[in-house]
């Protein structure tokens, strides 16, 4: 596979390499890409984790869930990502 970068690319993968961590621009190009699919992997359980929630929200005012007097769902949601 042949891939053609731009003057900013090519600037990130000579900056890389200066710094010894790695040997050839393919080892730069494949660390870049297990970043980012890690990455999209991470942002995919967040998108997933703020469905649920949303979902359960949405459930609780539906049915008129309460925690009792001044109490609400969304502040013990918020206080449990503490």
Not at 23 to 50: I, K
Not at 59 to 78: N, S, V
């Amino acid at each position: 596979m042949e891939i053609h970068l731009d003057s900013h690319g090519e600037h990130l993968i000579k900056r890389q390499l200066r710094s010894g961590r790695y040997q050839s621009a393919e080892q730069v190009v494949v660390s870049a890409l297990e970043a980012l699919n890690q990455s999209d992997h991470a942002l995919a359980q967040d998108d997933e984790r703020w469905r649920a929630v949303q979902d359960m929200l949405a459930f609780a005012e539906k049915h008129g869930f309460t925690l009792g007097a001044g109490l609400h769902l969304k502040d013990l949601i918020h206080e449990g990502h503490k």
